[in-house]
């Protein structure tokens, strides 16, 4: 069985390869390629070096877009998986209702970016008209309704994945736990969240990685007004490649900057998780 699967392990990788040197490898490298040239189209690239990484730094809507992300980044993150986890140990305490609980927490995660976007405006425009305002009226309000609109998208996937892992805790060990006098709060920290970091591994880099690319939530919820004070990276992007003539490739340098920015997050916090992990 070995040696038939060596023998065949080629032809039945090389389609898959294929499509990935195709869709992903080929762009990725003509993407840093473009990044350092002038262009509208890939045909007329002309190269200039660093100048287009200079007009990044240069401009301040980048930079804004940066640290309104980074901290729009933070919030979520820890709002949604505190949020997300104490929902998944609620609902394995065996309460009934609980099947239905789940999808309906979970259901929000199925409906488009843009749909949510344009749902949340209606609602938080609603509540703010009472004051003759509406979410574009300042930097904050825009903030706080990306924030809440990240949230009710996003607990109810993480809160299943949540709930596979402490599902997968072994119930032996926790009766132990008991025995030996260890109260809830103990058994908490000491063996559910240990037995549960893979999961906690996963939804970290979930949240890490879509709370730095949301791009059509935040497109339709503010559209990064007022001034673009509430635009985010993903949308400055989009907005200097389509929006400025002759920006193309700073906007591709945009998109190289921010590639590195999120990896060099995402990687260094899956090590961290997974060292924390522990066999069961």
Same mark, same amino acid.
């Given at each position: 069985?070995?040696?038939?699967?060596?023998?065949?392990?080629?032809? /039945? #990788?090389? =389609?898959?390869? *294929?499509?990935?040197?195709?869709? %992903?490898?080929?762009?990725?490298?003509?993407?840093?390629?473009?990044? %350092?040239? @002038? /262009?509208?189209?890939?045909?007329?690239?002309?190269?200039?070096? $660093?100048?287009?990484?200079?007009? #990044?730094?240069?401009?301040?809507? /980048?930079?804004?877009?940066?640290?309104?992300?980074?901290?729009?980044?933070?919030?979520?993150?820890?709002?949604?998986?505190?949020?997300?986890? $104490?929902?998944?140990?609620?609902?394995? @305490?065996?309460?009934?209702?609980?099947?239905?609980? @789940?999808?309906?927490?979970?259901?929000?995660?199925? *409906?488009?970016?843009?749909?949510?976007?344009?749902?949340?405006?209606?609602?938080?425009?609603?509540?703010?008209?009472?004051?003759?305002?509406?979410?574009?009226?300042?930097?904050?309000?825009?903030?706080?309704?990306?924030?809440?609109?990240?949230?009710?998208?996003?607990?109810?996937?993480?809160?299943?994945?949540?709930?596979?892992?402490?599902?997968?805790?072994?119930?032996?060990? *926790?009766?132990?736990?008991? !025995?030996?006098?260890?109260?809830?709060?103990?058994?908490?920290?000491?063996?559910? !969240?240990?037995?549960?970091? =893979?999961?906690?591994?996963?939804?970290?880099?979930?949240?890490?990685?879509?709370?730095?690319?949301?791009?059509?939530?935040? $497109?339709?919820?503010?559209?990064?007004? =007022?001034?673009?004070?509430?635009?985010? $990276?993903?949308?400055?992007?989009?907005?200097?490649?389509?929006? @400025? #003539?002759?920006?193309?490739?700073?906007?591709?340098?945009?998109?190289?900057?921010?590639?590195?920015?999120?990896?060099?997050?995402?990687?260094?916090?899956?090590?961290?998780?997974?060292?924390?992990?522990?066999?069961?």
């Amino acid at each position: 069985m070995e040696r038939t699967l060596k023998k065949y392990f080629p032809v /039945f #990788v090389l =389609p898959t390869l *294929i499509a990935f040197t195709i869709a %992903f490898f080929v762009p990725f490298i003509l993407g840093i390629v473009l990044s %350092f040239t @002038r /262009f509208t189209t890939v045909t007329d690239a002309k190269w200039v070096g $660093l100048e287009n990484y200079i007009k #990044v730094f240069s401009n301040n809507d /980048f930079l804004q877009a940066l640290w309104f992300t980074v901290g729009f980044a933070l919030v979520s993150i820890l709002t949604i998986n505190v949020f997300a986890f $104490l929902l998944a140990l609620l609902l394995t @305490r065996g309460i009934k209702g609980t099947n239905l609980f @789940r999808t309906v927490f979970f259901m929000p995660n199925l *409906i488009g970016g843009i749909v949510l976007g344009y749902i949340w405006s209606l609602m938080i425009n609603g509540v703010l008209a009472k004051w003759g305002v509406t979410i574009t009226y300042k930097a904050e309000y825009g903030f706080w309704g990306l924030v809440i609109l990240m949230n009710w998208q996003l607990i109810g996937y993480m809160m299943i994945i949540y709930i596979a892992g402490i599902q997968s805790v072994p119930d032996t060990l *926790i009766e132990a736990a008991k !025995i030996d006098g260890a109260t809830p709060s103990r058994i908490l920290r000491s063996i559910t !969240i240990p037995m549960v970091m =893979p999961s906690i591994t996963i939804c970290m880099f979930l949240t890490v990685s879509n709370s730095f690319k949301l791009f059509d939530q935040n $497109l339709a919820l503010t559209a990064g007004a =007022p001034s673009n004070k509430t635009t985010m $990276l993903a949308l400055d992007i989009f907005n200097t490649f389509y929006g @400025r #003539v002759g920006w193309e490739g700073v906007g591709q340098a945009k998109a190289v900057i921010f590639f590195v920015l999120v990896a060099l997050i995402s990687l260094p916090q899956l090590m961290m998780t997974r060292n924390k992990e522990v066999e069961h």
